[in-house]
């Protein structure tokens, strides 16, 4: 469990000499025997990092959050604060296995720690946060991400005072945006809504163990308002369900299996509904890779894996390339 930076601006220090100039810092849980490490940095009424791997810091195994157009690295990012940080979900495995969001600063000062909920044992982690910009100013305002019990949160941090940097909530607990009942193991993506907010799109699903290869429960694809000035979560009862259907279409004198959706494409009504659910309706299909929003387009990726008790013994059975209009998921 934990995390390491590396400095890789100049190739020429590539070598096992120049080590303390590569390694910038590593926060990593020592290996069974070893005396744990000392504590990295203190914030107010809380250990160290190291002091982290033993309670919310977990295996960090996701694909990061990317820039669209470049691949650029999202989770790296500058604070209203003025400081750059690393926005880090706390992963799985985690020993109170609870979802933390850590904003680990970049300049060794310190690190933040945003607890969803103080609860413990739950089997829980937070898994990719999406920093969002709002006002184009070229700092965080606040991050989206999902857990492994299936809730999207949303992490206020529009202030420059780190102190006030917050879960958001209602009525004064700590609410996710939804709760699909479903794990999320990708980071979602987001689109400006015409009507104001934001539209936050991801899929469920995971594949972390080999038990999870079996598992045929059916996993979405959602679209979900972030609407402004909303007093209550909104509920799979406020969206519109879609469903995949098979087709084959001839392009070029050949016969191509496809899925579209089997329902006529009529737009969601956002004065009564609060967006989309897409079911992905194929055998073990789930989402776990991170979806990509361009335009008013959003992009999925699905993975089907073999139903094979170890993933060592057989290769994996596919998946599909999916493609929607964000905010109607039509």
Excluded: C
Aim: charged share 20%; hydrophobic share 40%.
């Amino acid at each position: 469990r934990g995390f390491f930076a590396l400095d890789v601006t100049n190739p020429t220090d590539f070598s096992e000499a120049k080590a303390d100039k590569i390694v910038r810092f590593d926060y990593t849980a020592p290996p069974v025997g070893h005396s744990s490490l000392s504590a990295f940095v203190t914030e107010s009424g809380s250990s160290g990092m190291m002091g982290e791997i033993d309670t919310d810091l977990g295996h960090i195994m996701a694909d990061p959050a990317r820039d669209t157009f470049l691949g650029r690295n999202l989770q790296v990012a500058r604070m209203k604060n003025g400081k750059w940080a690393l926005l880090l979900g706390n992963g799985v495995n985690s020993v109170n296995e609870r979802a933390v969001l850590y904003v680990f600063y970049l300049d060794g000062s310190g690190f933040k720690k945003l607890i969803t909920e103080p609860t413990t044992g739950q089997s829980n982690g937070l898994s990719t946060p999406l920093p969002v910009d709002l006002d184009n100013d070229g700092l965080v305002d606040y991050a989206y991400a999902g857990d492994l019990r299936g809730r999207i949160w949303k992490f206020d941090l529009s202030s420059t005072d780190d102190t006030q940097w917050k879960v958001v909530q209602v009525n004064s607990v700590n609410t996710p945006l939804i709760d699909t009942g479903r794990p999320i193991t990708s980071a979602p993506a987001v689109a400006v809504h015409p009507k104001g907010g934001m539209l936050v799109t991801f899929g469920t699903g995971r594949l972390l163990t080999d038990a999870d290869r079996t598992s045929s429960t059916t996993e979405y694809l959602y679209g979900v308002w972030d609407k402004p000035g909303a007093l209550v979560q909104a509920s799979t009862t406020d969206l519109v369900d879609r469903t995949l259907s098979a087709e084959t279409v001839t392009i070029t004198g050949s016969n191509i299996a496809t899925r579209v959706l089997a329902s006529a494409s009529t737009p969601v009504d956002y004065s009564t509904k609060r967006g989309w659910r897409i079911a992905l309706g194929v055998a073990r299909e789930r989402v776990i890779y991170n979806p990509i929003v361009q335009g008013q387009i959003v992009y999925y990726s699905s993975h089907i894996p073999s139903a094979a008790a170890s993933a060592s013994s057989v290769q994996d059975s596919g998946g599909s390339n999916l493609a929607f209009d964000v905010i109607g998921g039509a």
